[in-house]
């Protein structure tokens, strides 16, 4: 085991891929989740319980549990529609029942996610962005403003579905004092892959993490998207999130960038994803950019978890 404190930014999908991979070579790994999240289960379960979102965290303890059937059995969902009415059952993935469960046994979100772990013996850290009851709106590029995060992963709203900017309800909410401590203890911090407006972006503009993030003395990674989300970055290549970013924290901090550069495999048109390319090599605006064939051939939409763990490693 490589012996580095790893931070990780995000929590959706991609972040679940990457820790999968990385947890083979890293033992101290700690995974900053934010908690807009309105949608599918997690919503629900916010909404009707006034909790914050489960969702992401528990798909994070999944991936870096040790036991694979402990991780399915978390992320089981029951039958039937995850956007179904807020009080049904259908849809519902059974570890955010657990955690609604562990909320109401010890009165704490915070301390419920350390009762998880330890009835399951799952290693890691996993931490909110912020306590904050937060909640993100957009502009898009046509000016239209549109609130609620669910509503912006899955553009349920008219007009040019392409993103300028988000924001956070409250705009400036205070960071989890623990989250601070481990990006400020960090030997490497990881921000991405996963969806760049909905799961990175609400983390990175809370002023206490970019504040931090720009300062630390880390090996600071970025890793970008195998393939670009319909209704939040289509059509960006390796420029345009580097640009996002900026865009909403004044400056890029990540100092590496790794990039997918295997297209052999078309992506199925009923996705509508299109892969991300980068047009430049070596390096963009100072930045290293480490071209890897990272993607999952099984499902190209994703990176592999071992190609990308592999390749965090010949970055740090």
Same mark, same amino acid.
């Given at each position: 085991?490589?012996?580095?404190?790893?931070?990780?930014?995000?929590?959706?999908?991609?972040?679940?891929?990457?820790?999968?991979?990385?947890?083979?070579?890293?033992?101290?790994?700690?995974?900053?989740?934010?908690?807009?999240?309105?949608?599918?289960?997690?919503?629900? #379960?916010?909404?009707?319980?006034?909790?914050?979102?489960?969702?992401?965290?528990?798909?994070?303890?999944?991936?870096?549990?040790?036991?694979?059937?402990?991780?399915?059995?978390?992320?089981?969902? =029951? @039958?039937?529609?995850?956007?179904? $009415?807020?009080?049904?059952?259908?849809?519902? $993935?059974?570890?955010?029942?657990?955690?609604?469960?562990?909320?109401?046994?010890?009165?704490?979100?915070?301390?419920?996610?350390?009762? #998880?772990?330890?009835?399951?013996?799952?290693?890691?850290?996993?931490?909110?962005?912020?306590?904050?009851?937060?909640?993100?709106?957009?502009?898009?590029?046509?000016?239209?403003?549109? =609130?609620?995060?669910?509503?912006?992963?899955?553009?349920?709203?008219?007009?040019?579905?392409?993103?300028?900017?988000?924001?956070?309800?409250?705009?400036?909410?205070?960071? *989890?004092?623990?989250?601070?401590?481990?990006?400020?203890?960090?030997?490497?911090?990881?921000?991405?892959?996963?969806?760049?407006?909905?799961?990175?972006? @609400?983390? #990175?503009?809370? @002023?206490?993490?970019?504040?931090?993030? $720009?300062?630390?003395?880390?090996?600071?990674?970025?890793?970008?998207?195998?393939?670009?989300?319909? =209704?939040?970055?289509?059509?960006?290549?390796?420029?345009?999130?580097?640009?996002?970013?900026?865009?909403?924290?004044?400056?890029? @901090? *990540?100092?590496?960038?790794?990039?997918?550069?295997? *297209?052999?495999?078309?992506?199925?048109?009923?996705?509508?994803?299109?892969?991300?390319?980068?047009?430049?090599?070596?390096?963009?605006?100072?930045?290293?950019?480490?071209?890897?064939?990272?993607?999952?051939?099984?499902?190209? #939409?994703?990176?592999?978890?071992?190609?990308?763990?592999?390749?965090?490693?010949?970055?740090?």
């Amino acid at each position: 085991m490589v012996n580095k404190k790893i931070v990780c930014l995000g929590g959706g999908v991609g972040t679940v891929n990457l820790l999968r991979g990385l947890k083979k070579y890293f033992s101290n790994i700690s995974v900053v989740v934010s908690m807009a999240d309105e949608g599918g289960s997690s919503g629900r #379960l916010r909404r009707l319980y006034d909790i914050h979102p489960p969702g992401d965290l528990i798909s994070c303890m999944a991936a870096l549990s040790k036991n694979e059937n402990l991780s399915k059995f978390l992320i089981y969902r =029951f @039958p039937g529609d995850r956007y179904a $009415k807020d009080s049904l059952l259908d849809g519902h $993935k059974l570890g955010n029942l657990m955690m609604v469960g562990a909320i109401n046994a010890t009165g704490d979100f915070n301390k419920a996610i350390h009762f #998880l772990q330890k009835i399951f013996n799952i290693p890691g850290n996993f931490l909110p962005a912020t306590f904050e009851r937060i909640k993100i709106s957009a502009k898009t590029i046509e000016g239209r403003e549109i =609130f609620g995060e669910e509503n912006i992963d899955l553009g349920k709203y008219k007009g040019k579905r392409v993103l300028e900017r988000i924001f956070l309800h409250p705009q400036k909410p205070k960071a *989890f004092s623990e989250t601070i401590r481990r990006l400020k203890e960090a030997d490497v911090i990881i921000g991405g892959p996963g969806d760049l407006y909905t799961n990175l972006l @609400p983390i #990175l503009i809370i @002023p206490d993490i970019s504040k931090i993030v $720009k300062s630390s003395k880390a090996q600071k990674i970025f890793v970008v998207n195998v393939a670009n989300k319909p =209704f939040e970055t289509r059509g960006y290549d390796v420029s345009d999130y580097i640009a996002a970013i900026k865009r909403h924290i004044g400056f890029f @901090p *990540f100092k590496k960038i790794i990039v997918n550069n295997d *297209f052999s495999i078309n992506i199925p048109r009923k996705f509508h994803y299109n892969y991300v390319k980068f047009k430049k090599k070596n390096s963009v605006n100072g930045v290293l950019v480490f071209e890897k064939k990272l993607i999952d051939k099984n499902f190209p #939409l994703y990176h592999d978890s071992s190609k990308l763990a592999k390749a965090i490693l010949s970055c740090v």
